[in-house]
């Protein structure tokens, strides 16, 4: 929705997966190389360089840095998303959010802010950019 198209995520195949099925509850702090799935509950920071995802079961609490994330359950608590951050129609977010790219479905429920980092590229360009020019004959006010 928000963001550049056609990004391709790294792939994150040398990490592995981490994953805390339904049922599974863990306090204090997570920490991955590769990707990581929430089924269960997670009450903590949790550091990502790579994918998290939250299943339509998984309840995240804490701070999360991640690479990318997609939700589908529900996150109370401040997020770092250096890539894409998905938000399926079945997400609860309460907190803060800061991301690259915001990608949200009908029926994501979303209460906090969200700050979108600017792309260096494009923030240069619309520093750079000159005056439109006035049409002749027309008066400044």
Do not use: W
């Not at 928000?2 to 990490?15: E, P, Q």
């Not at 509850?25 to 998290?52: H, M, W």
């Not at 309840?59 to 999360?64: H, L, M, N, S, T």
């Amino acid at each position: 929705m928000f963001g550049r198209k056609g990004k391709k995520r790294r792939s994150s195949v040398a990490g592995g997966l981490t994953l805390l099925m339904e049922g599974t509850s863990v306090q204090g702090e997570l920490v991955a190389e590769g990707d990581i799935r929430v089924d269960g509950n997670v009450s903590g920071s949790i550091s990502c360089k790579a994918t998290l995802i939250i299943g339509s079961e998984g309840v995240v609490e804490g701070e999360i840095t991640t690479e990318n994330m997609r939700v589908a359950g529900r996150f109370k608590g401040n997020a770092e998303v250096s890539g894409e951050l998905r938000l399926e129609a079945t997400a609860v977010i309460d907190g803060d959010l800061t991301v690259a790219v915001l990608d949200v479905e009908d029926g994501a429920k979303l209460n906090g802010s969200v700050f979108m980092k600017q792309d260096t590229e494009f923030g240069e360009r619309f520093q750079e950019k000159e005056p439109e020019p006035q049409l002749s004959g027309a008066k400044s006010i």
